[in-house]
């Protein structure tokens, strides 16, 4: 079995800094993308940011500039540094990854926890 730990969330003054991390476990044969999302009550889940293949890197217009996604690929951890953070990204964040656990396997999501992060004004 996979599965996705996330760690790091809490509560936070605007214009402070947060950095989540999403460890993976388990039989892992590759990893395609390591990802954020993020939810607030009553609404769909956001894209935040997303790294394909170890390289491609794409953030949502909202963050970027703010937020920088990076991983380890040792240890299939991705994380997320967010810095300038503001009320409005108050949220339930997840970590998500496309991953393969043999190479027989198609690609399959899998997503962490979550992990609630709250910004105060």
């Known amino acids: 079995q996979v599965q996705l730990v996330e760690s790091g969330g809490g509560l936070v003054q605007a214009g402070g800094s947060l950095r989540l991390s999403c460890a993976a476990s388990?039989?892992?044969?590759?990893?395609?993308?390591m990802g954020w999302y993020r939810q607030t009550p009553g609404n769909q889940r956001d894209f935040v940011a997303i790294i394909i293949r170890g390289e491609y890197i794409e953030y949502a217009d909202s963050v970027k500039g703010r937020f920088t996604i990076s991983t380890h690929n040792v240890t299939n951890t991705v994380y997320l540094d967010m810095s300038s953070l503001k009320p409005e990204d108050t949220a339930v964040y997840y970590c998500?990854?496309?991953?393969?656990?043999?190479?027989?396997?198609?690609?399959?999501?899998?997503w962490g926890q979550g992990t609630q992060v709250s910004v105060s004004s």
């Open positions: 388990g039989s892992i044969f590759e990893i395609k993308t």
């Open positions: 998500n990854m496309a991953l393969k656990r043999r190479s027989t396997e198609p690609y399959y999501q899998y």
